[in-house]
Structures are given as structure tokens and as C-alpha cells.
């Protein structure tokens, strides 16, 4: 059974991811890592200059070089007794291709994400991004190769969330592939594509829609300002204006009203902190 977080707690959930966008900024700053809001958050900064008031998750994003620096800082920098960074190399049961900042002492589970054995508290979202070939041929392998990591990784969700009997098999017999060979294949790809500046960059096992499913501008990783967020300063794309338009289109217009809803979870267990 899946429920929806009322207007106090969306509220108290915010909070939380919040005192975690605080955390990855601190971190940065003084390891001089670079970073920036990403998707619904960044929009949230520009268009509300906070959160999106009825968005439930956060999200950052940092270029592979970036987030490696982000995974040796906070091995011992992070405050371990609030934060858990979780990937592949720091929780066995996480299957996907980008990272998490969990809250300890929390519980936020997906829809459809149960029998998920991994750390369930309240996340935030880092996504890792890689560069993108020029060449036509060699974008295109690229995008099957992504494409097909990203499968492998939500098979053991889709196994049991596929309506379709056929694409239902489809996933059990390929979650029979050991999930740590993705993040291997993934970390290769970026090896094999980040050795020269390209036109497009992307995190690799995220959809893009239509003219843009290849990736996002590079140029948008190339400089970086501060901007205010419910009352704290965050860094975010220079060229924001460039990445919201191509991401949103005209991104200050409100949705209906009826799509301003945080999406369902199985359950979840929220605490108070001080922000």
C-alpha cells in the first residue's frame, strides 16, 4: 500500500534533505570539489528559491573527477553519525548508477522499492556525469551501452513491478547478471569517454526525452555561482538559464494543479532536525 506525504510532512522531509544539501556544500567548499543543484532542485532555486513546494526528493550533480574527489573527502570528512554516502563500493545491496546521501535514524521507501536490501532512510540524489562521444556511431553504441546498464540495475525492481508477462521475464533473466558488473562497465565507459572534452555530457543510466535522450550541454559544467536556497547558499550552473530552458522548457510557468503532488512511498519515518 502506497501513500502520499501531506503538506507537514513534505515540510519535515525538505528539512531533512536540506541539512544534507548543507552537508555536501560544506564538503565542497573545503575540498574545493565542484558541484551544483540539478534538476527540480535547481528549478526550485531559481523559480521559488528553495524547494519546489511540492517536490519530495534533492538533487546535485558533480562530473566523475568531481564525485571521486566527493568519495575520498568524505571517508573522513562526512559526519557519519547523521550521513550515510551510499554507492556500490560503501552498500553491497544499491543497485543504481548515481549516488546517494542518506539520513540515519530515517526510512523512506519507494514505491515498488520493498524488497530492496539496501540503507532505506531519506535520500538525496548525486548524479555522476560522464562525457558523451561526438562521433555519430560511437554516440549511439554509447547510448545502447547505457541503456542496457541501466536495465540490468532495475531489473531486480521491474521483475516484480512489469505488467507485461514477456518484458517480466525479460528482467528476471537478466537480474541474474551480477549488479556489480554494471558499476565496473559504467566506470570503464567514463575512463573511455572523459579523456577529451565533448559536446554533450550525461549521467549514464538517467533517461533523456526526444531530440536530447544523447545528454546535456558540456558547456553548463564549465563555471559555477552561488544562489540562495531557503535561506542557505548552494553553487549552481553559471549557465542555468541555458540548462532549465533545455531541460523545461519555459521553466517559470507553474504545472497544472493537479500535477503538483509528491509521488507515493511504501512507508517512511521522518525526524526533526534543526536547519
Known amino acids: 500500500m502506497s501513500v502520499r506525504l501531506n503538506d507537514e510532512e513534505l515540510k519535515k522531509l525538505q528539512k531533512i534533505e536540506l541539512e544534507m544539501l548543507i552537508e555536501i556544500d560544506r564538503i565542497c567548499r573545503k575540498y574545493k570539489i565542484k558541484y551544483?543543484?540539478?534538476?527540480?532542485?535547481?528549478?526550485?532555486?531559481?523559480?521559488?528559491?528553495?524547494?519546489?513546494?511540492w517536490d519530495d526528493d534533492a538533487d546535485v550533480t558533480m562530473i566523475r573527477t568531481e564525485y571521486k574527489k566527493f568519495r575520498r573527502a568524505c571517508k573522513k570528512e562526512l559526519d557519519k553519525s547523521r550521513f550515510?554516502?551510499?554507492?556500490?563500493?560503501?552498500?553491497?545491496?544499491?543497485?543504481?548508477?548515481?549516488?546517494?546521501?542518506?539520513r540515519n535514524d530515517t526510512l523512506f521507501i519507494g514505491e515498488n522499492q520493498e524488497r530492496l536490501n539496501q540503507h532505506q532512510g531519506v535520500f538525496l540524489d548525486i548524479f555522476i556525469y560522464d562525457?558523451?562521444?561526438?562521433?555519430?556511431?560511437?554516440?549511439?553504441?554509447?547510448?545502447?551501452l547505457a541503456f542496457l546498464i541501466r536495465k540490468i540495475q532495475y531489473s531486480?525492481?521491474?521483475?516484480?513491478?512489469?505488467?507485461?508477462?514477456?518484458?517480466?521475464?525479460?528482467?528476471?533473466?537478466?537480474?541474474h547478471i551480477p549488479?556489480?558488473?554494471?558499476?565496473?562497465w559504467l566506470d570503464a565507459l567514463g575512463r573511455i569517454t572523459n579523456r577529451h572534452k565533448t559536446k554533450l555530457i550525461r549521467h549514464m543510466t538517467f533517461t533523456y526525452d526526444g531530440s536530447n535522450k544523447f545528454g546535456m550541454p558540456r558547456r553548463c559544467f564549465d563555471s559555477?555561482?552561488?544562489?540562495?536556497?531557503?535561506?542557505?547558499?548552494?553553487?549552481?550552473?553559471?549557465?542555468?538559464?541555458?540548462?532549465l530552458k533545455w531541460a523545461y522548457?519555459?521553466?517559470?510557468?507553474?504545472?497544472?494543479?493537479?500535477?503538483?503532488?509528491?509521488?507515493?512511498?511504501?512507508?517512511?519515518k521522518l525526524i526533526d532536525v534543526d536547519v
Not at 513491478?161 to 528482467?171: A, Q, S, V
Not at 549488479?179 to 565496473?184: D, E, G, I, R, S
Not at 517559470?252 to 517512511?268: A, C, G, H, N, T
Open 36 to 53: 551544483s543543484l540539478g534538476g527540480g532542485t535547481l528549478l526550485g532555486a531559481i523559480r521559488h528559491n528553495g524547494f519546489i513546494p
Open 84 to 102: 550515510f554516502l551510499q554507492d556500490w563500493t560503501t552498500d553491497p545491496g544499491y543497485r543504481w548508477g548515481y549516488a546517494k546521501m542518506r
Open 131 to 144: 562525457n558523451v562521444p561526438d562521433g555519430f556511431i560511437a554516440r549511439r553504441v554509447h547510448y545502447f
Open 156 to 175: 531486480e525492481v521491474a521483475k516484480y513491478k512489469e505488467k507485461n508477462p514477456f518484458y517480466r521475464t525479460l528482467y528476471k533473466l537478466i537480474n
Open 179 to 184: 549488479v556489480k558488473y554494471t558499476f565496473k
Open 224 to 243: 559555477y555561482i552561488d544562489k540562495d536556497f531557503e535561506g542557505h547558499m548552494f553553487r549552481i550552473y553559471k549557465e542555468y538559464d541555458y540548462y
Open 249 to 268: 522548457g519555459d521553466y517559470m510557468k507553474l504545472p497544472p494543479e493537479d500535477k503538483r503532488i509528491p509521488y507515493p512511498v511504501s512507508e517512511f
